[in-house]
């Protein structure tokens, strides 16, 4: 997962520097255009596997709550 941050990481300073190199330009090649273009959708897939990757450990957390509450619990109703 920090390899994909930082792919991120160094997608997002591409793109920034591109916006910002151009800024007194305001004219962006349809090349640049394309380049900008295809970094924002590696970006949105990395952070579309960073969400899940997020999501299915806070789902085993939950799991792992629940399972000890239980386990807690019945061994209260033993003793």
């Known amino acids: 997962m920090h390899h994909t941050l930082d792919e991120m990481k160094n997608s997002l300073s591409f793109i920034s520097s591109k916006l910002g190199a151009n800024k007194t330009n305001k004219n962006l090649s349809n090349n640049e255009i394309a380049q900008l273009q295809d ?37 209260q109703q033993v003793n």
């Not at 960073?50 to 619990?73: C, F, G, P, Q, V």
């Open 39 to 75: 970094r924002l959708a590696s970006t949105e897939a990395q952070m579309f596997k960073i969400l899940n990757a997020l999501d299915a450990a806070s789902n085993k957390m939950n799991e792992l709550t629940k399972n000890t509450r239980e386990s807690l619990e019945q061994s």
